[in-house]
């Protein structure tokens, strides 16, 4: 049977900052478009309490009472991002770059809008004109570096968050460039970006777990262990963290603990992929492959792109002999993107 392999997640952040003219005033000023003012700063409020549908209401309130109101629109962008809501935010940032053709910032909301739609070609081009436009706005190179993260050119995303960094540096963008030389194997240097993160932030959950995740591959199991539990003390209540503990004591053949642990992890969230891999893992490595099976089909069932758990399924149906059925679970975990693919396909037609 091909070595089954742990499930882990690798996180990167998406951060946003809004555009605030002040605080709403305790006093009422009167002024020609007092109640657009009114309104937005009713909004700002609003946004920096999380309240982003109210958010988006009130600028939208404030842009009827003055449909001139770039900064309006900019931020009901903002404020529509937050909700997901991507094709509307480019919308209200185009509204604004109709207004002021040159504001930056709703360049770049436009690019960030198309990124987290995965439109990647079209928001290369409004991520380059932000830059263009303001250099030094370190949160510019680090989306831009996140786009070419995601679309795999790893040199020139390393390139942007360098550039972020030297800029204004901040633990996600240490988090993330951990990330991108995890992809590329030089697991000593993230974890020195990891380590990073967390001296920047040290309430960053994922940098803690990609810390682990690195220091796994290099069966280092006492620190990656440690390094789950620092995760779990910061947030008890993180079914990750679990996950990411289990795959440590599955590596230690601690199979009991790891089960202890996937247990809270569904307790925390019993929709989570990756817990019913894991489990699938544990079954496997007991010879259980009945049992693990069903455990796959469940996290396949949750994430049909969950290519370990499609590698991980053939192995159990090559224990069950159904060699066809394994063939093709492996050829789809391939089709995927699992690591050492040749492998997998090896033996199958």
Request: proline share 3%.
């Amino acid at each position: 049977m091909k070595r089954p392999l742990s499930v882990f997640l690798i996180t990167l952040f998406t951060i946003l900052s809004v555009f605030s003219q002040g605080k709403k005033p305790s006093t009422l000023v009167v002024s020609k478009n007092q109640e657009a003012e009114l309104a937005y700063n009713a909004g700002i409020d609003n946004y920096n309490q999380a309240q982003y549908k109210e958010a988006e209401a009130n600028f939208s309130a404030a842009i009827k009472h003055k449909p001139s109101y770039y900064r309006a629109y900019y931020n009901l962008g903002n404020a529509q991002i937050k909700q997901k809501k991507y094709a509307d935010a480019i919308s209200s940032f185009d509204q604004t770059l109709r207004l002021k053709s040159d504001y930056d910032k709703a360049i770049f909301g436009k690019g960030l809008a198309n990124l987290l739609l995965k439109n990647y070609n079209e928001a290369l081009p409004y991520f380059e004109k932000a830059i263009a436009a303001n250099n030094q706005q370190a949160i510019y190179h680090y989306y831009k570096g996140i786009l070419h993260y995601q679309t795999q050119e790893y040199e020139k995303a390393e390139s942007c968050f360098n550039q972020a960094i030297s800029l204004k540096p901040e633990a996600c963008m240490y988090n993330d460039r951990g990330n991108l030389r995890f992809m590329q194997k030089k697991y000593k240097e993230a974890i020195q970006d990891y380590k990073m993160a967390i001296d920047q932030d040290a309430k960053l959950v994922p940098a803690y777990l990609n810390m682990s995740e690195s220091m796994r591959i290099n069966n280092n199991y006492r620190d990656a262990a440690s390094m789950c539990k620092e995760a779990l003390a910061v947030n008890p209540q993180c079914a990750k963290s679990y996950n990411y503990s289990a795959c440590v004591n599955i590596g230690m053949n601690n199979l009991e603990d790891a089960r202890k642990d996937l247990d809270k992890a569904m307790e925390i969230n019993p929709n989570l992929p990756v817990t019913y891999a894991n489990i699938g893992v544990i079954f496997l490595k007991q010879e259980k492959f009945n049992e693990a099976l069903q455990q796959f089909n469940k996290a396949i069932e949750l994430d049909d792109k969950l290519a370990t758990a499609y590698a991980n399924r053939g192995c159990a149906k090559e224990m069950l002999k159904d060699f066809s059925g394994a063939c093709a679970d492996w050829k789809k975990a391939v089709e995927l993107g699992i690591e050492n693919p040749e492998v997998y396909t090896e033996g199958c037609k």
